[in-house]
């Protein structure tokens, strides 16, 4: 089994910061894509950024030079830094990764629970 945890949500004013954190432990071999989702209420979860193993990255347009994706190999751990904060960034944020099992030739993805973050006008 795997688990991913995650911290770092709450309530922060428009243009404030916040830094979510993933924590994935359990039977790993090793990580190739982590990425953090959302979904606020009424809409479809999606893909925030994401980060490869050798580090490339990807975000949303409507994040891109407001948030950083980041991953500590050694900890199996992804974080989200998200500045300049505003109210459509309000959602429930998900941790995502595209792992290999031990013993396994195929990957599988595993999901963290989602942490709250909520921005205030």
């Known amino acids: 089994q795997v688990q991913l945890v995650e911290s770092g949500g709450g309530l922060v004013q428009a243009g404030g910061s916040l830094r979510l954190s993933c924590a994935a432990s359990?039977?790993?071999?090793?990580?190739?894509?982590m990425g953090w989702y959302r979904q606020a209420p009424g809409k479809q979860r999606e893909l925030v950024a994401a980060i490869t193993s050798g580090g490339s990255t990807n975000y949303a347009d409507s994040v891109k030079g407001r948030f950083t994706i980041s991953r500590d190999n050694a900890k199996n751990t992804v974080y989200l830094q998200m500045d300049s904060l505003k109210p459509e960034d309000t959602a429930v944020y998900y941790c995502?990764?595209?792992?290999?099992?031990?013993?396994?030739?195929?990957?599988?993805?595993?999901w963290g629970q989602g942490t709250q973050v909520t921005v205030s006008s």
């Open positions: 359990g039977d790993i071999f090793s990580i190739d894509t």
């Open positions: 995502n990764i595209d792992f290999l099992p031990p013993g396994y030739s195929g990957s599988f993805l595993a």
